[in-house]
């Protein structure tokens, strides 16, 4: 028996090696792009985060320095507060937007295509473009917004000059490019049973009950998902306040660093500081905040049904 | 039977496929690249070094300089070919194309401001030697700006335009409130009364025109007589007392205004480079400039009369009080053709061609002679702007390598004591002690 088998074991090996081969023959190009673009430069950007490094001369050694930087920098601070703060404030207010605004499209009214794609457009127009023409709306003379607020009686609001009203601005704006998200919860909508939802209509249950008791259960891996992917965006914020900031000689932040986040200080520190081994810093420092708080979702993603569990 | 060979081919030869593409990349990736000839620009000829050049200068500053590349490409058939590209607005790519081992071969989006900070760290070839085998020596040079090129015993660049700082005025409009527009203010007080007179309110409170906003720390800091590093000990001197007064007379006109009514005020400008400058439409009644402004005036508003005056300055402060910064011509380390990267700097800042240029953008040419030539000088903003730059009172930017963060910082200064957030003491305080921090670790890592 053991003979017989030997050889078939062999040459079914040789097979699985060969086919292994080829299969990884076919996948070589995205795994030396991933080893070469994306491994290497984020094993690079751990060591250099130890180091003083200008890119010009070679990186210098200085252990835990660039960490203890981070504590004492204050702009650093200002930076980071502005992110929780979009993640903390903006976020929370844009998924509940979005939500609500798929909920009216996923409605049965005349014309529902064609609010769908009105929802949809700004989420294809660049997000370049788009922050362009608020920045007019958002004008403190000329602007829209200004001219809205002036008919209710009140006095014009410095939407990108008053540091108080700076961030609330970019969570209004942000409103605007919710398509994707919109899309997204639409699908799931479409995806709750209408038997259930029937159940709880014979039940006596009103809209609002019915959203609550059988939408919002149903639909919940599609909200983890996008407050996952959100976070992860959230934390990375950078090109809206970018285009809405950047001044002729390329500083940004705004007044007061008011619109200042992280990933904007990051890219300060290293490409106009010179600064590579403490943006680096900050590049971890951000990874490991951003694993935090997607490890914290998942461990408190009891709310969260998934149907397969039944 | 037939199948097998076919699958056994198809794999192997998948195979080979795979190797022979990986090679024939591996292959392109070592060959000597080959530039693109520019889309209506004639492809370079063999033999000929091919410079890839990288300017700041963007819109109709940018055509008169093709023109003057035109010029020297014409000049150097068989030789050199020059290609320009702007990198307006986005001067950090020449780091990373420096750092990235791909350089631009001549690059002037160089900061006078960030040359000892480029110099320093190694991002920048020295050309003394070509300049003293091309017996250029500064003689020829305004001195300052000659001096402003050095670090280290080396020279890192030349420029080919420079500027000065003033304040324009139209007098149509200082005649409107009484003032005598040949004799315009010579004293901060006497600026502040003007600058109040003119300002404008709307029914609602709302600003329609100001007399002036000033900004600008550094130079404003130097009017009043201050200073930013004291290179002798290696210190930060942002808190000197007489910026910090300085600082605190900017930020008595948005307090007097409103800071918000100001913001508001200032995010109504149109585009700069435009018909639509605030100046020109009568927003601001007095704006700080540099002699470049003429040519902006020329081009978007030809009509309009208007007057340059020196800053105005307080007591202990400095008359005629200019600063200067500007484009530095440099290579960048690791340049393959070094050798005609100086000839494009060296025939650029030659009399006739440096002239050229900074006619036509109306900039200051820095060499003596060409900034004397009655084209320029003819005109009294002109002088004005030649006699500053020449004068006792003209300050470069300090010789230190972390220039880019006091400049960032003071300018988060300003709008924090423009808005009433902290006292110009403590802002300046602020300031010195965080830039010092940098410079010290700057200086200890060398």
New interface residues.
Partial sequence: MAAATKPHTARWDARKT?SL??GL?FI?PAIVGFLLFAAWPILQSFYYSFT?Y????PP?WIGLQNYQDLVSD??YGIALRNTLYMVLIGLPVHLLFDFLMALLLATRIRGLSIYRTIFYLPSITPVVASTIVWLWL??????VLNEIVGLFGFS?I?W????AFTKPSLIFMGMWFGGNTILIYLAGLRDVPTSLLEAAELDGANALRKTWHVTLPMISPVIFYTLIINVIGYFQYFTEAWVLT?T????A?G???SMLFYAMYLY?SA????KMGYASAQAWVLFAVVLLATGLLFRFSGWVYYRSEE | MSEQPTRQWS?RG??QM?GMGGAAMALAACAVPVAPAPAGQPAAESGQAFLNYWTGWSGFEFDELQKLVDKFNAEHTDQIFVNMTTVF????KV??A??GGNPPDVVSAVWLRELV??AA???LQPVTQYAEAAAIDGSEYFPQFWDAWWHNEELWGLMVTSNSQVVAYQPALLAEVGADPANPPKSSAELDALAQSLEKMDADG?IERVGLLPAGLTWWGRVFGGSFYDAANQKITANDPKVVAALEWEASFRQRLSP?KV??????FGD?MSTQNSFFVGKEAMTQVGEWFIQFQKKFAPDLVMEFMPAPYPDGGNDNTTTFDGSVFTIP?GVQAPDASWEFIRWLSEAENMGEFCYNIQNVPPKLAPASEDRFVSDPRFQLAVNLLNGPHAFGPDKMP?N??L??RL??AE??VF?G?MSAQEALD?VAS?VQAELD?VLQ?G
Avoid: C, H, W
């Fill in positions: 060969r081969l080829t023959a070589s003083d200008n890119i010009f001369q210098y204050r702009v958002f004008n403190g003379q000329y602007g014009k410095g990108l000059t008053d540091p950047a002729r000689d390329g500083a932040g007044p007061l660093n300060q490409f106009q500081q010179f | 794999r998948f195979l795979v607005g986005q001067y950090e780091l990373t420096i750092a900070s480029m760290r190694g991002g709302n918000e913001a508001a005020f200032q995010s109504g700069y380390a972390v880019s963060l400049y960032s300018a988060e709008s924090a808005n957030q602020q965080e670790k890592r």
